[in-house]
T-cell receptor, first 110, second 116 residues
Framework: LAKTTQPISMDSYEGQEVNITCSHN???????ITWYQQFPSQGPRFIIQ???TKVTNEVASLFIPADRKSSTLSLPRVSLSDTAVYYC???????????FGQGTTLQVKP | DTAVSQTPKYLVTQMGNDKSIKCEQN?????MYWYKQDSKKFLKIMFS???????INETVPNRFSPKSPDKAHLNLHINSLELGDSAVYFC???????????????FGPGTRLLVL
């Protein structure tokens, strides 16, 4: 069964690039890796998803190495409004089992 | 218009009581979920319904009973509430049942339950 591990917290300054890594040992062949962002008193919202190599959208990039045992969410030039909790989610596609990481609290400082 | 809505937003109750949380989505999605988020922000799935059928039923006390009257609604009833049930409960929906693991989930704002 896939299990995910993330750093509990990270600090950064405005304008910096932030990379948050999630380890997912025993990830199955068909698992996708998804990242969600959660602001205080709100539900999580989708940021990005990938299966292998690199995915980029308007808000983030996701790097997945060939062995797929980890993934890295990259946030370019963070701002104060990026302060949130970031979760990685591994989906076991053939069972629908959903495994969330414990979340990384990112604090962006001015 | 709110895509996924939950009521109530806050719920304070006594141990032993029975309470319900309601969820509605107006996205036309087929799949809905209930999650529990504890004080350490850990998100854990509890149930999932696809087209009103239960498809995920994690190890949850049988005091928790989900009900889906139609595709757009998924309610959560909790009997004999305990102190440990205090948490934030999130409802979510997705287009389908994570077909290929690519389905994006849309979360509601959460219901903050406090059991005294």
């Amino acid at each position: 069964l896939a299990k995910t591990t993330q750093p509990i917290s990270m600090d950064s300054y405005e304008g910096q690039e932030v990379n948050i890594t999630c380890s997912h040992n025993n990830i199955a062949t068909n698992d996708y890796i998804t990242w969600y962002q959660q602001f205080p008193s709100q539900g999580p919202r989708f940021i990005i998803q990938g299966y292998k190599t690199k995915v980029t959208n308007e808000v983030a990039s996701l790097f997945i190495p060939a062995d797929r045992k980890s993934s890295t969410l990259s946030l370019p030039r963070v701002s104060l409004s990026d302060t949130a909790v970031y979760y990685c989610l591994v989906v076991v596609s053939n069972t629908g089992k959903l495994i969330f990481g414990q979340g990384t609290t990112l604090q962006v400082k001015p | 218009d709110t895509a996924v809505s939950q009521t109530p937003k806050y719920l304070v109750t006594q141990m032993g009581n029975d309470k319900s949380i309601k969820c509605e989505q107006n996205l036309g999605h087929d799949t809905m979920y209930w999650y529990k988020q504890d004080s350490k922000k850990f998100l854990k799935i509890m149930f999932s319904y696809n087209n009103k059928e239960l498809i995920i039923n994690e190890t949850v006390p049988n005091r928790f009973s989900p009900k889906s009257p139609d595709k757009a609604h998924l309610n959560l009833h909790i009997n004999s509430l305990e102190l440990g049930d205090s948490a934030v409960y999130f409802c979510a929906s997705s287009q389908g049942f994570l077909a290929g693991g690519q389905e994006t989930q849309y979360f509601g704002p959460g219901t903050r339950l406090l059991v005294l």
